[in-house]
């Protein structure tokens, strides 16, 4: 099994930065991607950013430019830096990571002011 641990959220103002961290715990199994997924009130679950085990990354077109993912393999640990936050930010995000499946954390909320 493995299990996700999300933290860093928190209440930023608009423009400033968060740092996510995501420790993925686990005594077998190799994890190969690494993400973070939000989801904001009434709305589905999105894509934030992935990372695979090269460190081939892939973002949503909306954090694009503002967003960094990175990944310590050995830690099995995903960051995610977030700059230039905007109320529209406002989430709960959730890490991901896959082994045979695709586990989940139960999340971590950041919230952005106006």
């Known amino acids: 099994q493995v299990l996700p641990v999300e933290s860093g959220g928190g209440l930023v103002q608009a423009g400033g930065s968060l740092r996510l961290s995501c420790v993925a715990s686990?005594?077998?199994?190799?994890?190969?991607?690494m993400g973070w997924y939000r989801q904001a009130p009434g709305k589905q679950r999105e894509l934030v950013a992935t990372i695979t085990s090269d460190g081939n990354t892939n973002y949503a077109d909306s954090v694009k430019g503002r967003f960094t993912i990175s990944r310590d393999s050995a830690k099995n640990t995903v960051y995610l830096q977030m700059n230039s936050l905007k109320p529209e930010d406002t989430a709960v995000y959730y890490c991901t990571a896959r082994s045979i499946f695709d586990y989940w954390g139960q999340g971590t909320q950041v919230t952005v002011s106006s």
């Open positions: 686990t005594r077998r199994y190799t994890i190969s991607l």
